[in-house]
């Protein structure tokens, strides 16, 4: 069974340029994650979907981060304009349902803004 | 408001040696604990959970951990360690009536000695 699928691996940017990162996750899971991992922290969860809902946006900066779940399989997380301080990795896990009690992570996308 | 607290950012541990991880967590309602695995550019890999069964839970690569409700403790142990156990943990809990919402520790950097 294949993981969860997370591309760019590594992506450089200049600030104030946009950036995408994509998640495909494991077949059949309907509850997929983002998270933020700042250097020498644990991961902050950015946005959960249930399915093609986002059923908790709470702490997704809206002013400059978007995400998308179309059709409920893969996902897109967006950063427009990128800041300095968005320099992380930005992983992306997925469970079968809302609750299960593990969440498969993805490698991660590592962000460098210069 | 539910927090961890892991203590000490870096460990470093013989070869052979007891490796012990500390996690200390607050939750205001009983909560499903969790030890994460992140070796150098992957993902998180999960090690054991506590949800509510057994208090001594055992997991994968040898690794075990131990709910104490008194002392909100849900400590990692592993009685000898080995040079691929080199890695980072992180601590998580989750609220039993929260749907899918980590709460991830800052995490323990282990590094195993000859």
């Known amino acids: 069974e294949a993981g969860v699928v997370q591309s760019p691996r590594y992506k450089i940017i200049e600030k104030k340029q946009p950036v995408a990162f994509w998640c495909n996750p494991i077949?059949?899971?309907?509850?997929l994650y983002w998270y933020r991992q700042n250097l020498g922290q644990g991961p902050e969860l950015l946005i959960r979907?249930?399915?093609?809902?986002?059923?908790?946006d709470s702490q997704l900066p809206k002013d400059r981060f978007s995400a998308e779940r179309l059709k409920g399989v893969d996902s897109t997380l967006k950063i427009q304009p990128a800041e300095l301080g968005d320099s992380a990795v930005y992983l992306c896990?997925?469970?079968?349902?809302?609750?299960?009690?593990?969440?498969?992570f993805g490698p991660g996308t590592r962000l460098t803004v210069l | 408001a539910q927090s961890v607290t892991q203590l000490g950012s870096h460990v470093s541990v013989s070869e052979g040696a007891l490796v012990l991880l500390r996690c200390n967590y607050s939750?205001?309602?009983?909560?499903?604990l969790f030890w994460y695995v992140q070796y150098p550019n992957q993902g998180l890999q999960l090690l054991l959970k506590?949800?509510?069964?057994?208090?001594l839970v055992k997991g994968i690569n040898g690794f075990e951990a131990e709910f104490k409700k008194s002392e909100t403790s849900f400590h990692l142990t592993k009685p000898s360690a080995h040079m691929s156990d080199a890695a980072e943990y992180f601590c998580?809990?989750?609220?039993?009536?929260?749907?899918?919402?980590?709460?991830f520790g800052a995490g323990t950097q282990v590094v195993v000695t000859p």
């Open positions: 896990a997925s469970s079968p349902t809302e609750g299960y009690n593990e969440q498969f």
């Open positions: 939750s205001s309602v009983p909560p499903y």
């Open positions: 506590y949800t509510s069964a057994a208090t």
């Open positions: 979907y249930e399915n093609e809902e986002a059923v908790d």
């Open positions: 998580a809990v989750r609220r039993t009536d929260s749907w899918g919402k980590l709460q």
């Open positions: 077949s059949g899971h309907n509850t």
